[in-house]
């Protein structure tokens, strides 16, 4: 869980936040696999695409809190 969540170097969220290769939306789908076995829907795609838009905080501390947010989902909880 600690490797999971971290956003230290090495860790999974900072190796996604510096990605270069991956567009936001292959960034968001792959928390989705990671977290649910399934990718992001349109609705959540769009969700998550506005809240980085307009984040204050930095990108890897946004992706932190989208990850936050997804592994304390009913649908995580109830089901993984």
Sequence with gaps: ???ATTIGNGGMLWELTNNSSMSVSQKINQLF???LSR???KQELVAIQQLLA???TSPIQAY???WWSIINSNEFILNH
Excluded: H, L, V, W
């Design 39 to 41: 990718r992001g829907n």
């Design 64 to 66: 932190q809190d989208i």
């Design 33 to 35: 696999m990671k977290a």
């Design 1 to 3: 869980t600690r490797e």
């Design 54 to 56: 307009n984040s204050s």
